[in-house]
């Protein structure tokens, strides 16, 4: 009686779907599309180590293909700087850009690129990380159904390349010159004819002199666009972007779809790209600035202390401007320049003498 008892009560439980919602959870995949800003081929913004192409393997693999996301660089399925539009309306899931293009729609947004005088790669990373910065990030996207990542940084950049040398300040005045986020605000106070073009666009421009000065990135990427052949006067400091963010867009509501271990796959995806693609551009931009140099007669130099100092000014100003016009803008401001006083502060101390020491 007890062993029929048993059998019994055994079968019911072998047929019982104990392990179904596990089993239904695992077998769910997701099949994504990833605009980007950045035309096919690009180093670091598209292809190699780090990038987003990179990020969508990183994914597929870590997620075992429960997550496939086919990446489009610029002009493949959209234009170039159509991406927030896109996955706003819920025609792709995510896109690969910097928030600094958006500073029309939102101006706080370019916080989460650069900011002139601001952050390095490192600062930038404990702010967005572990100081409020991504909090502040999903508040802004929020209400606009979108959340975001950091996905890559170049880390510090030129100043830029110039076709005629910049001794003073007056010499900015009347420059047309292709300059995105809150440094093209510093510059047009300056005179500057500011414009914004895709990286596909600087050389043609540069050479035929539609403008007269261009920044776009550092060394190996900017040797890649051939501006070296279009301007000579290639300047440093690093003033209007101490770090550049990589921004992974994605729509809140297919982010909110992905189960919570996706969730983390992504998101652990995007640190390993952020750090990777420093890496890989530190590993890089040496090599590329000797050859420049040496090898194509390009004149590298640092913007005098005078001009440099009058460029802080202006920012001061223009920061101050931007962030009492609107309220998001002051609040992301606010938090960020009292995290930049505490980490510079501390920077002083850790590796400003480092650098001081003799090579």
Avoid at 212 to 235: H, I, T
Avoid at 341 to 349: F, G, L, T
Wanted: aromatic share 10%.
């Amino acid at each position: 009686m007890h062993r029929r008892k048993f059998i019994a009560a055994g079968t019911t439980l072998a047929a019982a779907p104990l392990a179904a919602p596990s089993i239904a959870r695992a077998q769910t995949s997701f099949n994504w599309k990833m605009t980007n800003a950045y035309g096919p081929g690009s180093p670091f913004y598209v292809e190699g180590p780090g990038s987003p192409t990179d990020f969508c393997k990183k994914v597929a693999a870590m997620s075992d293909g429960r997550l496939t996301i086919q990446h489009f660089a610029a002009g493949e399925l959209i234009p170039a700087l159509e991406g927030f539009d896109a996955v706003r309306s819920g025609a792709v899931e995510m896109n690969a850009a910097n928030a600094y293009f958006w500073a029309g729609k939102l101006p706080a947004a370019q916080y989460f690129t650069t900011v002139p005088f601001g952050l390095n790669f490192q600062g930038m990373n404990a702010w967005l990380y572990h100081a409020g910065g991504m909090e502040l990030w999903d508040e802004l996207y929020a209400p606009l159904g979108m959340k975001a990542l950091p996905m890559g940084n170049t880390g510090v950049q030129m100043t830029g390349w110039f076709r005629k040398p910049i001794e003073t300040v007056a010499d900015f005045d009347g420059l047309k010159m292709r300059i995105p986020g809150l440094a093209g605000k510093v510059y047009a106070q300056l005179g500057v004819d500011v414009k914004l073009l895709p990286g596909g666009e600087i050389f043609p421009a540069l050479e035929r002199g539609v403008i007269d000065a261009a920044e776009f990135v550092g060394p190996y990427q900017d040797r890649r666009l051939g501006l070296q052949n279009a301007a000579k006067y290639y300047y440093t400091t690093g003033w209007h972007e101490p770090s550049n963010t990589t921004e992974l867009l994605i729509g809140k509501a297919a982010w909110d779809s992905l189960p919570d271990d996706l969730k983390a796959i992504v998101e652990t995806a995007a640190m390993a790209c952020n750090l990777e693609s420093h890496a890989w551009s530190e590993a890089n931009n040496a090599a590329a600035l000797k050859d420049l140099v040496e090898n194509e007669g390009v004149i590298a130099d640092v913007l005098p202390e005078d001009v440099v100092a009058e460029l802080k000014s202006v920012t001061d100003k223009v920061l101050e401007e931007g962030a009492a016009a609107d309220p998001a803008t002051r609040k992301v401001h606010d938090a960020f320049m009292a995290f930049k006083a505490e980490h510079q502060a501390w920077s002083r101390i850790s590796e400003a003498p480092l650098f001081a020491l003799p090579s």
